[in-house]
């Protein structure tokens, strides 16, 4: 595998951003991947690194870089730091909105176009806990250029305001796979349920599953409520996504 980071240009300042690719096979298809809320860790770059195995490339952005490069939370559950550790979360997380991430994953679409690593033509994306609502209103927004993407217990997609992703389904245009957690503080099952009611009536094909037995942030290691055989699942439902359209 080849990995590295560079700077990509945004109207807003320099974006690092990391890139894995296996060596070999050129061009690879590309895979945008957006963290979650505590940022790009190595546990989060592993993911990354593991999906780049199975033959892509994968462009995983630091959604922060407007106030923090390279931001890490650092340990947010039963920790003596948790709690200033979680208030620098949410101050990082404030600098960033729909609108925002819209924006940069344009940027990041271009230079995918520019750039000899990546084949041409259809892009998917993965988003966990606040980039899981990322996946919906990028594919609206980029809708042609995002084939499909998978969402990992994602926050606020039922959010009562205007950019928010429920408002947004009828703009979509690529298949988009949902995995929500059975307990999960940040988003309740009504949420889900609720979510589902209107995806039924999206005009793209959709998958939701409900991973019995877990909490938010199953996929991660470094997360209280890892859980190796949920994460393993997490793993083979989204490559499968990704073979089907990419």
Not at 14 to 26: H, S
Not at 64 to 80: D, K, N, T
Not at 109 to 131: D, F, Q, W
Request: charged share 25%; glycine share 8%; with cysteine.
């Amino acid at each position: 595998m080849i990995e590295y980071e560079v700077d990509i240009r945004t109207a807003d300042g320099e974006m690092d951003t990391f890139i894995v690719r296996p060596q070999r096979g050129l061009p690879h298809p590309a895979i945008v991947m957006l963290m979650d809320a505590a940022g790009v860790r190595e546990s989060v770059r592993d993911i990354a690194r593991r999906i780049a195995t199975s033959g892509y490339a994968v462009f995983l952005p630091n959604l922060y870089y407007r106030i923090a490069r390279g931001f890490v939370a650092g340990p947010l559950h039963s920790h003596p730091d948790a709690e200033p550790n979680m208030q620098r979360v949410m101050q990082h997380r404030s600098s960033v909105g729909h609108a925002e991430v819209i924006r940069d994953v344009g940027t990041l679409l271009r230079h995918i176009e520019a750039n000899p690593i990546a084949r041409r033509g259809k892009i998917g994306t993965v988003g966990y806990c606040m980039s899981g609502a990322y996946v919906v209103t990028t594919a609206a927004s980029h809708a042609g250029r995002i084939a499909c993407g998978a969402s990992f217990y994602g926050t606020r997609l039922m959010e009562d305001r205007p950019d928010a992703p429920w408002r947004r389904l009828g703009e979509v245009r690529a298949e988009l796979y949902f995995a929500f957690a059975e307990t999960d503080f940040y988003v309740p099952l009504a949420e889900v349920e609720a979510f589902n009611e209107r995806l039924s009536g999206a005009p793209f094909t959709s998958t939701v599953e409900l991973f019995p037995g877990t909490g938010h942030g199953f996929a991660f290691p470094d997360s209280s409520h890892y859980d190796k055989p949920a994460a393993e699942r997490h793993f083979e439902a989204m490559l499968d996504l990704f073979r089907r359209c990419l």
